[in-house]
């Protein structure tokens, strides 16, 4: 089972970027769903979250500007990031909760996708 993290780049202040996360390999069902990032210095913090049926929660410092979504029939995830502001510049990683047709069930972890917000 993989998580490929895709579509981070440079982008001015106010600019939009779209992330995407794509599961690949032998998975049964993918549970919750969401984005962290880790900027520079600081801890990974959430960005998004989304279930299986649609819910979704977000960072305060995001709302408003981030919209997550997934389609479950492709096993992949998007951040829809507008209004960027230079303190988003992290590493946005993706994480879903899935159970494989064999192997471990739990959290994995996608690679990490570089966003860049220069002022």
């Known amino acids: 089972v993989q998580l490929q993290a895709s579509g981070g780049g440079l982008v001015q202040a106010g600019g939009s970027l779209r992330l995407s996360c794509a599961a690949s390999g032998s998975i049964f069902s993918i549970n919750d769903m969401g984005w962290y990032r880790q900027a520079p210095g600081k801890q990974r913090e959430l960005v998004a979250r989304?279930?299986?049926?649609?819910?979704?929660n977000y960072a305060d410092s995001v709302k408003g500007r981030f919209t997550i979504s997934r389609d479950n029939a492709k096993n992949t995830m998007y951040l829809q990031m507008d209004s960027l502001k230079p303190e988003d510049t992290a590493v946005y990683y993706c994480?879903?909760?899935?159970?494989?047709?064999?192997?471990?069930?739990?959290?994995?972890w996608g690679q990490g996708t570089l966003v860049t917000v220069s002022s």
């Open positions: 989304t279930t299986r049926g649609g819910s979704t």
């Open positions: 994480n879903a909760v899935l159970l494989p047709r064999f192997g471990t069930p739990g959290a994995y």
